[in-house]
């Protein structure tokens, strides 16, 4: 059985060094720690140190199971507020994200076992809808879960300095 725990502020630099091994896949090549890494390393130690029944972020980690140090892999959830509606009366929804596994580690589970923390933690705390962007390769282990094609467009803006 796979052991998923929660993660604490100490894991934040593993979680940064996975979200790396995550970035470099979906662009397809290396994408390096840069400017990024220390902000979201601060990010990672504050928001996982919020107690735990008002945290609206939470990871879960699994540590290598052959007792290296480091982590094997992880899966992040945020939970967000926005108008309620017919869909989600509450407004409540929670976005899973940074789910990633060290090369080393993969095909073992890790991943889904991770994914499936966060979706239990959302459910715990009243959430009836998740989002998350897949990558091909994660495509299959979200469809499994139940995630399906959203019909709402996606589009993004980068807001100029």
């Known amino acids: 059985m796979i052991k998923v725990r929660r993660a604490v502020p100490a894991d934040a630099p593993e979680l940064v060094r996975l979200r790396t091994i995550m970035l470099s896949e979906m662009a397809g090549e290396p994408v390096p720690p840069g400017e990024w890494a220390a902000p979201a390393e601060q990010m990672l130690r504050e928001r996982l140190a919020e107690p735990a029944g008002t945290a609206r972020l939470a990871a879960f980690v699994v540590d290598p199971p052959d007792g290296a140090p480091g982590l094997a892999s992880c899966a992040i959830g945020t939970i967000e507020r926005r108008?309620?509606?017919?869909?989600?009366?509450?407004?409540?929804?929670?976005?899973?994200?940074?789910?990633?596994?060290?090369?080393?580690?993969?095909?073992?589970?890790?991943?889904?076992?991770?994914?499936?923390?966060?979706?239990?933690?959302?459910?715990?705390?009243?959430?009836?809808?998740?989002?998350?962007?897949?990558?091909?390769?994660?495509?299959?282990?979200?469809?499994?879960?139940?995630?399906?094609?959203?019909?709402?467009?996606?589009?993004?803006?980068?807001?100029?300095?």
């Open 83 to 161: 108008l309620g509606g017919p869909e989600n009366p509450t407004g409540e929804f929670g976005y899973l994200f940074n789910v990633a596994t060290d090369p080393a580690y993969r095909r073992r589970g890790f991943s889904r076992a991770g994914t499936e923390a966060v979706l239990a933690w959302f459910r715990e705390r009243g959430v009836v809808r998740a989002d998350l962007k897949a990558t091909p390769i994660g495509e299959p282990l979200y469809r499994s879960l139940g995630f399906v094609d959203s019909s709402a467009p996606s589009l993004k803006l980068v807001l100029p300095d």
